[in-house]
């Protein structure tokens, strides 16, 4: 419990980082540290049926807030409040839905609330383009420009967030968030530094992303590319070539595009299966051609401080921050 915490918490932490070094000036930071820890750790209930309007989880929204949890948010600004960001999580096998229940502000005069689907951190989106099925402009939707309150907004992976500003004392926004199950997750930030994962893309043409936001140690324990079976090793070229590969990436970034290939897997295994990634973020991506089922399982755990102080000794720094 008190370990989960630490997590969230150091995760939180990022966010705040991340959204400072845009040079935003975010107001009203203060975090209350009892009520981000009844937050994360109220019961993380499993889907379905869902949950009665009367029954659901209910409280404020601050400026810049972070929350796991099926619930409805209502945002009051108290005094102009221009650059404000929710950060949205589900499990690995969820979707969220992001719904208006009723809104506020003056859009003519500046306001705007804006749904992004994924996270944006530093600039950098997750997923990247190259990985997330809608072209970007499409990934935001905006509450001004799109209107009407009950609009619902879904998310293609396990994350999404709100951007919103308002200049209006009293002004505000109510919106429930709910979780979905989702049968085919492809692009997932994971919520712990620690677990195992299973990545599965079943015979279609996409790119999917686990993305793990810590420094850690990681280990395939298995891996089947289609092809790998069903043609001559001799054929095939490099990984790349073969259009349906395994990718372990690293580095300062959340967008899997701008980060360093730190091994490739395709047709044999023979490498280390186990490895320790000291970047602010590591991510398996697989690339998948469409012909073959693919998948590939890993788990993970976060490197201590002794194994962080002896990947620096080997400018592993410089490797994380290359591209
Ligand atoms: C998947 O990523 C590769 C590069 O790694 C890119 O060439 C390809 O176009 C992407 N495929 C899809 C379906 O987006």
Request: with cysteine.
């Given at each position: 419990?008190?370990r989960t915490?630490r997590e969230h918490?150091f995760l939180?932490?990022l966010?705040?980082?991340?959204?400072?070094?845009?040079?935003?000036?975010?107001?009203?930071?203060?975090?209350?540290?009892?009520?981000?820890?009844?937050?994360?750790?109220?019961?993380?209930?499993?889907?379905?049926?869902?949950?009665?309007?009367?029954?659901?989880?209910?409280?404020?929204?601050?400026?810049?807030?972070?929350?796991?949890?099926?619930?409805?948010?209502?945002?009051?600004?108290?005094?102009?409040?221009?650059?404000?960001?929710?950060?949205?999580m589900?499990e690995p096998n969820?979707?969220?839905?992001?719904?208006?229940?009723?809104?506020?502000?003056?859009?003519?005069?500046?306001?705007?609330?804006?749904?992004?689907?994924?996270?944006?951190?530093?600039?950098?989106?997750f997923?990247?383009?190259?990985?997330?099925?809608?072209?970007?402009?499409?990934?935001?939707?905006?509450?001004?420009?799109?209107?009407?309150?009950?609009?619902?907004?879904?998310?293609?992976?396990n994350?999404?967030?709100?951007?919103?500003?308002?200049?209006?004392?009293?002004?505000?926004?109510?919106?429930?968030?709910?979780?979905?199950?989702?049968?085919?997750p492809?692009n997932v930030i994971s919520q712990a530094p620690e677990g195992s994962y299973t990545m599965?893309?079943?015979?279609?043409?996409?790119?999917c992303s686990f993305s793990i936001v810590y420094p850690v140690e990681i280990e395939i324990s298995e891996f089947?590319?289609?092809?790998?079976?069903?043609?001559?090793?001799?054929?095939?070229?490099?990984?790349?070539?073969?259009?349906?590969?395994v990718q372990l990436l690293g580095g300062?970034?959340i967008?899997s595009?701008?980060l360093?290939?730190v091994t490739?897997l395709?047709?044999?295994?023979?490498g280390p299966t186990q490895m320790k990634i000291g970047c602010e973020t590591t991510v398996v991506r697989m690339?998948?051609?469409?012909?073959?089922?693919?998948r590939v399982s890993f788990s993970y755990r976060l490197l201590n401080s002794?194994e962080l102080?002896?990947l620096?000794?080997?400018?592993i720094?410089?490797?994380c921050?290359?591209?």
């Open positions: 419990m008190e915490f918490l939180l932490v966010c705040l980082s991340v959204l400072k070094g845009d040079a935003r000036y975010i107001e009203n930071n203060e975090i209350l540290k009892d009520d981000i820890y009844s937050v994360f750790n109220l019961d993380l209930k499993r889907e379905m049926p869902e949950i009665p309007e009367e029954l659901l989880y209910r409280r404020s929204l601050r400026c810049l807030d972070m929350i796991a949890v099926e619930g409805q948010f209502t945002f009051t600004a108290e005094r102009p409040q221009l650059n404000c960001a929710s950060f949205f589900a969820e979707v969220l839905s992001i719904e208006y229940d009723s809104v506020d502000i003056d859009c003519r005069g500046g306001d705007f609330i804006t749904v992004f689907d994924g996270w944006v951190m530093k600039g950098e989106k997923p990247s383009s190259q990985d997330h099925p809608l072209p970007l402009f499409e990934r935001y939707v905006d509450y001004c420009e799109s209107g009407s309150v009950r609009k619902i907004v879904r998310s293609n992976q994350v999404a967030m709100l951007f919103f500003r308002i200049h209006n004392e009293g002004s505000s926004f109510t919106v429930t968030v709910r979780k979905h199950v989702n049968a085919f492809c599965v893309i079943p015979q279609q043409h996409k790119n089947s590319l289609g092809h790998y079976n069903n043609i001559a090793k001799r054929l095939l070229p490099g990984c790349a070539e073969t259009g349906d590969f300062n970034t967008d595009s701008k360093v290939p490739d395709c047709i044999s295994f023979t690339v998948s051609s469409g012909r073959f089922v693919n002794q102080q002896n620096k000794l080997n400018s720094d410089d490797f921050s290359s591209n």
